[in-house]
């Protein structure tokens, strides 16, 4: 299929040299830059915040696609808009208010995402579904990357594409993605592919190659 996207997320990428490694991927073919923030208490690990963002962005224009595993989200919002980000996505299961930072993200005039855990079901989107421009469908828990994709989440996938109907919303999968694993999200009904350590995995000169292969395959 020709029209899923590709988005590369940078937690695999060498931080060392995250403007190099961000204009790598740009070059290599990636669509979206995803940016994994993650802050040691709503998953067990602590990446970036928004001025490592902000030092990244002027070294590519793609979009930049920032996947929130933080509690409580709202603080930040802010932050990570004036950053750079272009869409912000959050856990449902971060906090009790979801509509409350849906619209704290819409009026900073970036677009919004919700992002399901794995043990979290189809119907918890569906009060926010008319809200939202993505639903990000985690197929490993959060917090590390090089995780191995969890099968039963492909039904949920079409599930979820079922429930966005003709509604202009993208479905992203996050965790374990391959050239093995990708066809089998896109059959469900997903779009969009996050993928760490398959793109990032033997270095720059393979990058081109391996956004390809996920892409071919899926
Ligand atoms: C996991 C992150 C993912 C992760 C994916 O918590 O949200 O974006 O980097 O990495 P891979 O593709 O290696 O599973
Ligand atoms: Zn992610």
Known sequence: MSTIRIAPSILSANFAKLG?????????GADWIHCDVMDGHFVPNITFGPDVLKAIRPH???????????????P???????AGADLISFHVEAGAHPHR?????????????IVLNPGTPASA???????????????VNPGFGGQSFIHSVVEKIAQVRALIGERPITLEIDGGVTPETAPLC?????DTLVAGSAVFKAG????????????QAA
């Open 204 to 215: 720059p000169s393979a990058y081109a190659g391996n956004i390809a292969a996920i892409r």
């Open 186 to 190: 896109i059959k469900a009904g997903a």
């Open 76 to 82: 930040y919002i802010e932050a990570f808009a004036k």
């Open 101 to 113: 930072t849906l619209q704290a993200i819409k009026a900073q005039g970036k677009k919004a995402g």
């Open 125 to 139: 989107a569906e009060p926010l579904i008319g809200d939202i421009d993505l639903v990000l469908l985690m197929t």
């Open 20 to 28: 190099e490694e961000v204009r790598a991927i740009d070059e290599a």
């Open 60 to 74: 590519t224009k793609k979009f930049f696609d920032v996947h929130l595993m933080i509690a409580p989200v709202d």
